[in-house]
């Protein structure tokens, strides 16, 4: 193996022709998507972040960092990165909690357990244009069944679309209600693997439920919390159907606009796709960063059972 | 009334009798629209009637959404170099489409062999489509702005018809308005649209502008703007005038189901409101007048075709914009849509239309309307102004310092948006 290390590539691939050869069969229809697809849409995208173009024009114009200096100089930029910043968080966390408590609940053994479990799961295989359409009636002034609990309780609740305030709030309950489900079939699975002699013995040693499941529990499950925050976060900051179908970013633009929903209105609506491209290239950017940050913060707290 | 709807279609389009294809064979075009309900449809049934009279050239109508929607599949398809060969497109974007060489100069297929004569069409609504000594586009679905009021209400309220001046106009939103024992609001007098377009009416008329067509000049702070959405915060403020969000059924919905008293619409309405009106009696009546009498912001859409058609489609292209906009087919459309009938010729094929006092107070609009799309055109000054409007009825924002601020900012947009490329 050491030998084979230090030959010349050609050596190694005339003698591992084969392997090589299956090597790509394999990988090669998926990296030409990839290239295509992502890899050359991002090069571009990051090309395109340093011209003005309205998509129709023949050729860009080069603009250095005129796009990045004006999206640092707008208050509306800085907005959306704040709402997308609250969105994120929001879902991640209170998701999350909810799926991890909903997860332990479901793992007991209840009384029609399966279908608790497919309802629990429901929400996320809900197209979220579905979703948000729910929510819309569900939050209705007039019609829906919260101005109706409302009148019940003899309160005038607010109206949380038409509420500059509020209206985010609202698009953040579609995010938690579509992620607590996939989330929760996550946290399902984790706790079917856990080893059942770690529980054995503390029965044994008098551990309190809530004592075995802090210490326990939580840090076996840590890799999959991880991932879901991981993957959960990425998913969050990328937040756009609901924003579209439920305010399109207002009711006072952006009081509820996400990065991406700015993005597409920018690019595709105002005809400034160089602007769109340097906001795609900051979000790259910044998405990389985060993630990063938690894969170094992982070390601390994620126990991979070595 | 569907008898002789259908009657009228037959009689217009009987001359027409079987195929009378001159066009190259196999030019097929795609045309692109927008308005689904009876405007969308009214399409199709014209699409199908080219299609019969012309077997060699099949039209396919494909729907795109909503206005804004069709623009953006637009602005991808014209990037990629697809796309149909004929578009119906709203005022919005014909700068950025004509000033990209996506569309085409439609000024010598007009004054060519099988040309159009638009001498009688009112210079008003040809003006959005001619930039630079070219036309781009012309107008097909024209829109007027019309006022929809609850008949029941305004009995109710005393009040004798609908207001004839804008001052008339915040008097009657307060006195329509009603309140519970409580004092929670039972029905508003107004309920307004989050767009600036009915407003340009208002602020028109009133003797106000917010830029000149060439957007050298940007006032969003004009002090008539000023007046006029101080009055309408105050409207808000008081309950006698709502804003509500789109996703629930926005201003429309308010007034069909009768939680608000008033709309400022257009025609575009016209056959939501008086088919799904419920508990209630609807009417309609132009804009009030202001200080400069009426003054119209004219709306709707157009046809426009696109460079990248061939010559062979280009010409099935331009048979089909002109069967469009034949007196026949618009006189079809204004009956079957509610819009307007907006040349002399259509008005005579319409036959009995203007009978009815709804069309006619439609089409009385037509005079008033102004040529100037130039707000329309802009998304630069029509954002800053949309979320100005917004930000002082919704959050209550102070209305000189947030018109000020987004003055500057439209300035500045402006300037960006319409610098050469």
Same mark, same amino acid.
């Given at each position: 193996? #050491?030998?084979?290390?230090?030959?010349?590539?050609?050596?190694?691939?005339?003698?591992?022709?084969?392997?090589?050869?299956?090597?790509?069969?394999?990988?090669?229809?998926?990296?030409?998507?990839?290239?295509?697809?992502?890899?050359?849409?991002?090069?571009?995208?990051?090309?395109?972040?340093?011209?003005?173009?309205? #998509?129709?024009?023949?050729?860009?114009?080069?603009?250095?960092?005129?796009?990045?200096?004006?999206?640092?100089?707008?208050?509306?930029?800085?907005?959306?990165?704040?709402?997308?910043?609250?969105?994120?968080?929001?879902?991640?966390?209170?998701?999350?909690?909810?799926?991890?408590?909903?997860?332990?609940?479901?793992?007991?053994?209840?009384?029609?357990?399966?279908?608790?479990?497919?309802?629990?799961?429901?929400?996320?295989? @809900?197209?979220?244009?579905?979703?948000?359409? +729910?929510? +819309?009636?569900?939050?209705?002034?007039?019609?829906?069944?919260?101005?109706?609990?409302?009148?019940?309780?003899?309160?005038?609740?607010?109206?949380?679309?038409?509420?500059?305030?509020?209206?985010?709030?609202?698009?953040?309950?579609?995010?938690?209600?579509?992620?607590?489900?996939?989330?929760?079939?996550?946290?399902?699975?984790? #706790?079917?693997?856990?080893?059942?002699?770690?529980?054995?013995?503390?029965?044994?040693?008098?551990?309190?439920?809530?004592?075995?499941?802090?210490?326990?529990?939580?840090?076996?499950?840590?890799?999959?919390?991880?991932?879901?925050?991981?993957?959960?976060?990425?998913?969050?900051?990328?937040?756009?159907?609901? +924003?579209?179908?439920?305010?399109?970013?207002?009711?006072?633009?952006?009081?509820?606009? @996400?990065?991406?929903?700015?993005?597409?209105?920018?690019?595709?609506?105002?005809?400034?796709?160089?602007?769109?491209?340097?906001?795609?290239?900051?979000?790259?950017?910044?998405?990389?960063?985060?993630?990063?940050?938690?894969?170094?913060?992982?070390?601390?707290? +994620?126990?991979?059972?070595? | 009334?569907?008898?002789?709807?259908?009657? *009228?279609?037959?009689?217009?389009?009987?001359?027409?009798?079987?195929?009378?294809?001159?066009?190259?064979?196999?030019?097929?075009?795609?045309?692109?629209?927008?308005?689904?309900?009876?405007?969308?449809?009214?399409?199709?049934?014209?699409?199908?009637?080219?299609?019969?009279?012309?077997?060699?050239?099949?039209?396919?109508?494909?729907?795109?959404?909503?206005?804004?929607?069709?623009?953006?599949?637009?602005?991808?398809?014209?990037?990629?170099?697809?796309?149909?060969?004929?578009?119906?497109?709203?005022?919005?974007?014909?700068?950025?489409?004509?000033?990209?060489?996506?569309?085409?100069?439609?000024?010598?297929?007009?004054?060519?062999?099988?040309?159009?004569?638009?001498?009688?069409?009112?210079?008003?609504?040809?003006?959005?489509?001619?930039?630079?000594?070219?036309?781009?586009?012309?107008?097909?679905?024209?829109?007027?702005?019309?006022?929809?009021?609850?008949?029941?209400?305004?009995?109710?309220?005393?009040?004798?018809?609908?207001?004839?001046?804008?001052?008339?106009?915040?008097?009657?939103?307060?006195?329509?308005?009603?309140?519970?024992?409580?004092?929670?609001?039972?029905?508003?007098?107004?309920?307004?649209?989050?767009?600036?377009?009915?407003?340009?009416?208002?602020?028109? *008329?009133?003797?106000?502008?917010?830029?000149?067509?060439?957007?050298?000049?940007?006032?969003?702070?004009?002090?008539?703007?000023?007046?006029?959405?101080?009055?309408?915060?105050?409207?808000?403020?008081?309950?006698?005038?709502?804003?509500?969000?789109?996703?629930?059924?926005?201003?429309?919905?308010?007034?069909? *189901?009768?939680?608000?008293?008033?709309?400022?619409?257009?025609?575009?309405?016209?056959?939501?409101?008086?088919?799904?009106?419920?508990?209630?009696?609807?009417?309609?009546?132009?804009?009030?007048?202001?200080?400069?009498?009426?003054?119209?912001?004219?709306?709707?859409?157009?046809?426009?075709?696109?460079?990248?058609?061939?010559?062979?489609?280009?010409?099935?292209?331009?048979?089909?914009?002109?069967?469009?906009?034949?007196?026949?087919?618009?006189?079809?459309?204004?009956?079957? *849509?509610?819009?307007?009938?907006?040349?002399?010729?259509?008005?005579?094929?319409?036959?009995?239309?203007?009978?009815?006092?709804?069309?006619?107070?439609?089409?009385?609009?037509?005079?008033?309307?102004?040529?100037?799309?130039?707000?329309?055109?802009?998304?630069?000054?029509?954002?800053?102004?949309?979320?100005?409007?917004?930000?002082?009825?919704?959050?209550?924002?102070?209305?000189?310092?947030?018109?000020?601020?987004?003055?500057?900012?439209?300035?500045?947009?402006?300037?960006?948006?319409?610098?050469?490329?």
């Amino acid at each position: 193996m #050491l030998d084979a290390g230090r030959r010349p590539l050609a050596r190694a691939f005339r003698r591992n022709g084969r392997e090589w050869l299956t090597f790509l069969l394999f990988v090669g229809p998926n990296l030409a998507l990839f290239a295509v697809f992502t890899y050359w849409p991002i090069l571009r995208s990051f090309v395109l972040s340093f011209t003005k173009w309205n #998509l129709l024009a023949p050729a860009p114009e080069w603009a250095g960092l005129a796009n990045y200096r004006r999206l640092f100089a707008d208050p509306t930029f800085w907005r959306v990165a704040l709402n997308t910043f609250i969105y994120a968080v929001a879902v991640v966390a209170v998701a999350q909690a909810c799926a991890f408590l909903l997860a332990l609940l479901l793992n007991r053994p209840l009384r029609g357990r399966a279908l608790l479990r497919t309802i629990a799961f429901l929400p996320h295989v @809900t197209t979220t244009a579905v979703a948000a359409l +729910v929510w +819309v009636i569900v939050l209705h002034p007039h019609y829906g069944p919260l101005s109706s609990l409302y009148a019940a309780l003899g309160v005038n609740g607010p109206n949380w679309l038409e509420s500059a305030s509020l209206a985010l709030f609202a698009v953040i309950a579609v995010g938690i209600w579509k992620e607590i489900g996939f989330a929760s079939l996550f946290f399902l699975a984790g #706790l079917q693997g856990l080893p059942a002699d770690c529980y054995e013995a503390a029965a044994l040693d008098g551990v309190r439920p809530l004592s075995r499941l802090w210490h326990i529990t939580i840090p076996l499950m840590s890799p999959v919390i991880f991932f879901l925050l991981v993957t959960g976060f990425i998913a969050a900051t990328k937040a756009f159907d609901s +924003v579209a179908i439920m305010t399109e970013g207002g009711p006072v633009y952006p009081a509820s606009s @996400t990065y991406v929903y700015h993005l597409y209105k920018l690019g595709f609506r105002d005809f400034q796709a160089g602007l769109a491209s340097a906001l795609a290239c900051i979000f790259f950017i910044v998405t990389v960063a985060i993630t990063a940050l938690q894969f170094r913060m992982a070390s601390r707290w +994620v126990h991979y059972g070595e | 009334m569907a008898l002789v709807s259908c009657f *009228s279609f037959l009689a217009a389009f009987g001359g027409c009798g079987g195929p009378q294809s001159s066009l190259p064979s196999g030019s097929g075009i795609t045309y692109w629209r927008t308005l689904s309900g009876a405007a969308g449809d009214a399409q199709d049934t014209l699409v199908a009637r080219f299609n019969e009279q012309h077997p060699d050239s099949k039209v396919t109508s494909e729907f795109q959404g909503s206005y804004s929607d069709l623009a953006t599949k637009l602005l991808t398809a014209a990037a990629a170099r697809r796309g149909p060969q004929v578009t119906q497109l709203g005022t919005f974007e014909i700068r950025q489409f004509a000033k990209s060489g996506v569309l085409v100069d439609l000024k010598p297929l007009m004054n060519g062999p099988n040309g159009l004569d638009t001498s009688g069409w009112p210079p008003t609504l040809l003006a959005a489509g001619e930039i630079d000594g070219s036309v781009y586009w012309l107008p097909f679905n024209v829109a007027v702005p019309v006022l929809y009021f609850n008949q029941d209400a305004f009995a109710a309220a005393g009040l004798p018809g609908p207001p004839e001046t804008w001052a008339d106009f915040f008097e009657y939103a307060r006195k329509l308005t009603r309140l519970d024992e409580k004092g929670a609001v039972q029905m508003n007098g107004l309920a307004l649209w989050n767009i600036t377009w009915p407003l340009l009416s208002m602020i028109w *008329s009133e003797g106000g502008e917010l830029t000149n067509r060439d957007y050298t000049d940007i006032t969003l702070n004009d002090p008539v703007v000023i007046r006029m959405l101080i009055d309408l915060q105050s409207l808000v403020r008081e309950g006698a005038a709502t804003l509500p969000d789109k996703a629930s059924g926005g201003h429309r919905a308010a007034f069909l *189901s009768g939680r608000a008293a008033m709309i400022l619409d257009s025609q575009d309405a016209f056959s939501e409101v008086f088919t799904q009106a419920s508990g209630f009696t609807p009417a309609l009546a132009n804009y009030p007048a202001g200080a400069k009498g009426k003054v119209y912001a004219p709306g709707g859409g157009g046809l426009a075709i696109l460079a990248s058609a061939t010559p062979e489609q280009r010409a099935t292209a331009w048979a089909y914009v002109r069967h469009m906009l034949s007196p026949e087919s618009i006189a079809y459309y204004a009956r079957e *849509s509610g819009y307007v009938a907006f040349t002399e010729e259509s008005r005579r094929a319409a036959g009995d239309l203007l009978q009815d006092p709804r069309y006619a107070a439609i089409h009385d609009a037509l005079p008033y309307l102004r040529a100037d799309y130039s707000v329309n055109m802009s998304p630069a000054v029509r954002n800053a102004f949309d979320e100005a409007f917004q930000k002082i009825l919704v959050q209550n924002a102070d209305v000189q310092a947030t018109l000020d601020a987004a003055d500057a900012r439209a300035e500045a947009a402006v300037k960006e948006e319409l610098a050469p490329q």
